[in-house]
């Protein structure tokens, strides 16, 4: 069965400071991981995502993440964040041939000034 | 929130009526797809559709229904059966094959009275 674990329900860093959202997964067989922001009443907007390849994947925002096989995390960081980056962070895994993505149950970010 | 459309953005529903969201999405996409999302509890997936005139329960599809007689649109019904309504409803579209990112609309906030 696919799972995806974020463990922290909230991150708060201060501006300027580097950022990390951890996530971890279980899926049987190479796993395709996503990684998802929500802002306050709108819908999920696509931040990055790992099929194959390099294990440093570099998205929209600045945002990057690094998939870690041995460790099965897909954690997400960004080297200065900024007041703008505060929302709702959703990890999400999908294995191969299979029809469902799942979600974890999302971080918020908090930045502060 | 791409070429995915939700309507309506608020929706207030009595106790014992039928409702139906609608999802519209000009991107081409095969796959369409229904969340439902809580407070702490990430995105639940109600019901998906791989192509026109199929689609399959999620994990949650009790007290749902949905229809797929075009490509472009994938309407939700949220019936009397379904005993907690209120939440956040979203809708989404992807390209087939298990590597393609979902893109969501922006969602809507169904209220019951």
């Known amino acids: 069965a696919q799972s995806v674990a974020q463990p922290e329900d909230q991150v708060n860093v201060a501006e300027g400071n580097p950022l990390t959202v951890k996530c971890t997964y279980s899926?049987?067989?190479?796993?395709?991981l996503f990684w998802y922001v929500q802002y306050p009443n709108r819908g999920l907007q696509f931040l990055l995502k790992?099929?194959?390849?390099?294990?440093l994947v570099k998205g929209s925002y600045g945002f990057e993440a690094e998939f870690n096989k041995s460790q099965t995390s897909f954690h997400l960081k960004k080297p200065s964040a900024l007041v703008s980056d505060s929302a709702l962070y959703f990890c999400?895994?999908?294995?191969?041939?299979?029809?469902?993505?799942?979600f974890g149950t999302g971080t918020r970010l908090q930045v502060f000034p | 929130d791409g070429g995915i459309t939700q309507s309506p953005k608020y929706l207030f529903r009595k106790e014992g009526q039928n409702v139906t969201l609608s999802c519209e999405q000009n991107?081409?996409?095969?796959?369409m797809y229904w969340y439902r999302q809580d407070p702490g509890q990430g995105l639940r997936l109600i019901y998906y559709?791989?192509?026109?005139?199929?689609?399959q329960k999620g994990d949650i599809a009790e007290g749902y229904s949905v229809s797929r007689e075009k490509k472009e649109s994938f309407p939700l019904t949220v019936t009397s059966a379904q005993k907690n309504p209120t939440a956040f409803y979203l809708c989404?579209?992807?390209?087939?094959?298990?590597?393609?990112?979902?893109?969501f609309g922006p969602g809507t906030r169904l209220t019951v009275l």
């Open positions: 559709s791989q192509i026109v005139n199929d689609f």
């Open positions: 899926v049987s067989g190479n796993p395709y």
């Open positions: 991107l081409n996409h095969d796959a």
């Open positions: 999400a895994v999908r294995g191969p041939n299979t029809d469902k993505l799942i």
């Open positions: 790992y099929i194959t390849g390099d294990n």
């Open positions: 989404a579209s992807s390209l087939q094959a298990s590597y393609n990112e979902q893109f």
